[in-house]
């Protein structure tokens, strides 16, 4: 088990056929397919990302799949994602932070605009509705978001949002932590 399968396997369970979800990272779409698998045909996909790069290589893999009548790929900030998306209608939003794989290392996530991305998000989750952030670090991208994002996500509020914070105990390194948001009803 490692956060890629541990979030997926919370989301296999979360997710129902028809849901809007946005998929905060798109990267090389590989969690955006995923998502559009789980919504299927009924349901709704938003993909951000800030690199032209990443936005390709998604809509070229959701095209492949069969995928591009779901899911919509977005060439902007995720901290943007208010624009896109009205309050209280998005079951599920996923953030994979980091690095786009294969790409440049140099152009990473941020704690400003992600922790910006969050507090939009939880706006526009509905009423029980799941918010899953997976932290990266080390490496070129460092601790500074990490570190930024364990402090902010204490500071959500409690009477509407509850945070699980899981933690790899018995894994050397920088395991990516998995952070589990969901609003109250
Ligand atoms: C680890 S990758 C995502 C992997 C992706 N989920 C997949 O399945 O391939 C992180 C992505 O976040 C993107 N990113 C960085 N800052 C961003 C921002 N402010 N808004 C949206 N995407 C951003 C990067 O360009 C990179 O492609």
Known sequence: MNTLTLVHK???QFIRPGD?????TAGNGRDTQFLCEL?????????FDIQPQAVE???????EHGW???????LDSHANMAQYARPG???????????????????????????AAIQAGLELLRDGGLMCVSIYSGGAS?????????????????????????QFSNRTGDP?????????I
């Open 10 to 12: 919370y989301l296999r």
């Open 20 to 24: 809007c979800i946005i998929d905060a």
């Open 39 to 47: 919504t299927g045909e009924a349901g709704r996909v938003l993909a």
């Open 57 to 63: 290589n998604t809509k070229k893999r959701l095209t």
């Open 68 to 74: 591009d009548g779901v899911g919509t790929v977005i």
């Open 89 to 115: 209608s998005v079951d599920c939003i996923v953030f994979n932070l980091g690095w786009l794989p294969g790409g440049d290392h140099s152009i990473f996530t941020h704690a400003d605009s992600t922790i």
């Open 142 to 166: 460092g601790y500074e978001e990490r570190d930024a994002l364990l402090e902010y996500v204490k500071t959500i509020d409690s009477k509407q949002y509850t945070v699980l914070t899981v």
């Open 176 to 184: 990516p932590i998995p952070v589990f948001i969901t609003k109250s």
